[in-house]
């Protein structure tokens, strides 16, 4: 064997040990124990939030109005990690769903999780239809009360539901969308994405038979992700008894044009108790 032969051989040889090296870390990693956390991501104006189950399994709750969700999914996840088992599009706002179309581009997505309505005007949407229909994902559809268990949370969906006396238009999108909280063995969180006052009112009045002294059941939740960005429509005073959290996140973007949060929302969410946690004050929020 010459020297050029020799040197090959080295240099091959040398690749081999390490693609085994880092096979053999990947492997690793992804058979140790994982722990349950959530991420609510900075995303400018919008919503996203990163639930990592305690299984491995992740759930991606809205995903922002555009590609910025890209960079946020790149940190939290190793290089190599280019599966998420869920997508849950709370509804037809585009800024909850628009930074998905470029997630189902760049990620295997296993399930897609929808409420059904649809904006078959809006050419953004029909892109994101367009994007759904082409994943090849199980899409699942929440239209009534569910309750679901992941690893060792569960999960319990409690709008859009056509047994509430919502009293809202046909085209109302922020009232239907999807609401549920997850419960593990150390804390409960309400995902509320853009649910206003007719929401509010109308989940109290199916779930909660009076919230003037003690909080409701099927709403209290330790940690409260702010109803439609802290917008003044939203987080009604009886709404935050019922639900008497410990943490109020408000998920909006610096100086955006909306004034949210509003400080009105904001003083009846600190009268509540509520520790407030804002993503343009703080950058990402994580909570385990």
């Known amino acids: 064997m010459n020297s050029k032969s020799k040197k090959i051989l080295l240099a091959a040889s040398a690749v081999l040990i390490i693609s085994l090296g880092l096979l053999g870390y990947f492997l690793y990693k992804s058979s140790t124990k994982h722990s349950f956390k959530i991420t609510f991501f900075d995303i400018g104006q919008g919503d996203a939030a990163l639930i990592q189950f305690d299984n491995g399994q992740k759930m991606l709750v809205d995903c922002g109005a555009d590609r910025k969700i890209l960079a946020k999914l790149g940190r939290a996840l190793p290089f190599y990690d280019r599966t998420i088992d869920y997508v849950l599009?709370?509804?037809?706002?585009?800024?909850?769903?628009?930074?998905?179309?470029?997630?189902?581009k760049n990620y295997k997505v296993k399930e897609i999780i929808l409420n059904n309505r649809k904006k078959e005007y809006d050419p953004y949407w029909r892109e994101w239809d367009k994007a759904v229909k082409n994943e090849g994902a199980n899409i699942k559809i929440i239209d009534s009360p569910q309750v679901w268990t992941i690893a060792s949370s569960t999960l319990e969906f409690l709008s859009p539901d056509s047994s509430l006396a919502?009293?809202?238009?046909?085209?109302?999108?922020?009232?239907?969308?999807?609401?549920?909280?997850?419960?593990?063995?150390e804390k409960s969180f309400l995902f509320t994405a853009d649910m206003e006052t007719p929401?509010?009112?109308?989940?109290?009045?199916?779930?909660?038979v009076s919230t003037s002294t003690k909080p409701c059941t099927v709403l209290e939740s330790d940690i409260l992700k702010v109803g439609h960005h802290g917008s003044d429509s939203s987080s009604g005073e009886e709404f935050l008894r019922a639900v008497?959290?410990?943490?109020?996140?408000?998920?909006?973007?610096?100086?955006?044009?909306?004034?949210?949060?509003?400080?009105?929302?904001?003083?009846?969410?600190?009268r509540s108790g509520a520790e407030i946690l804002r993503t343009d004050k703080l950058g990402n929020i994580i909570e385990y």
């Open 199 to 208: 929401l509010e009112n109308a989940l109290l009045k199916k779930y909660c």
């Open 244 to 270: 008497n959290p410990q943490k109020a996140i408000v998920s909006n973007g610096k100086n955006n044009r909306y004034g949210h949060p509003s400080l009105r929302v904001l003083k009846k969410v600190e």
């Open 89 to 104: 599009a709370t509804h037809s706002d585009l800024d909850h769903y628009g930074g998905c179309v470029d997630v189902l």
């Open 166 to 185: 919502l009293e809202v238009g046909a085209d109302d999108s922020n009232n239907y969308s999807i609401v549920f909280r997850l419960k593990n063995q």
